[in-house]
């Protein structure tokens, strides 16, 4: 069977999850579509984990900074696999307060991709199919790859979220929001 709906929006980031939230509170049967994880960009691979690491790098400095006020510390270490598991599941935890303020709304939250049958209709996966009688693509962006001699060793921030161990070396290329933060 073919769910309809009054409102589709492809895509669980900010903007996405606002307009479905505004469009539920009007009264209209709403469906998200999200291929990941709620949240979008920010939440996951941006603002929410960088502001964890800064956080992080901001209580080192600090520490080393100690001794000016007089204040004697011992022996100080970092653990990078500690603090990306406490990322992921602060990260995770967002994810599933997401999750339950659509339900809460009674928004239903369909996971998978979509693809466009007609105006009106969307496959989502290999074979759900669903229609709404307005659908917005709210589905964010990527970041681009280097086209240069070596740029299959570069990491966009994504990856940089996911690495197990610290690299001793970073450098950061443009100046986007998530590489100037």
Same mark, same amino acid.
């Given at each position: 069977p073919i769910q309809r709906f009054d409102f589709i929006v492809i895509g669980g980031g900010s903007g996405g999850l606002a307009c479905a939230k505004r469009a539920a509170g009007y009264g209209a049967s709403v469906a998200v579509i999200e291929g990941s994880r709620y949240g979008g960009t920010c939440v996951n691979v941006g603002c929410v984990p960088k502001k964890v690491m800064f956080n992080a790098s901001h209580v080192m400095e600090a520490i080393h900074d100690a001794k000016e006020f007089g204040i004697n510390v011992g022996d100080?270490?970092? $653990?990078?696999? +500690? %603090? +990306?598991?406490? &990322?992921?599941?602060?990260i995770s935890r967002l994810? !599933?307060? /997401?999750? #339950? #303020? %659509? $339900? +809460?709304? +009674?928004? !239903? &939250?369909? @996971? #998978? /991709?979509? *693809?466009?049958? $007609?105006?009106? !209709? %969307?496959?989502?996966?290999? *074979? @759900?199919?669903? &229609? #709404?009688d307005k659908i917005l693509v709210a589905v964010g962006g990527s970041p681009a790859s280097l086209p240069v001699p070596g740029g299959e060793h570069v990491l966009d921030s994504d990856g940089f979220f996911e690495l197990e161990t610290q690299p001793r070396k970073a450098a950061i290329i443009g100046s986007g929001y998530i590489a100037v933060e």
């Open positions: 100080v270490s970092f $653990d990078w696999a +500690k %603090l +990306k598991r406490y &990322r992921d599941r602060y994810n !599933t307060i /997401y999750e #339950g #303020g %659509l $339900d +809460k709304m +009674k928004i !239903t &939250r369909i @996971q #998978g /991709y979509a *693809s466009f049958i $007609d105006a009106n !209709t %969307l496959r989502v996966g290999e *074979s @759900q199919i669903v &229609r #709404g």
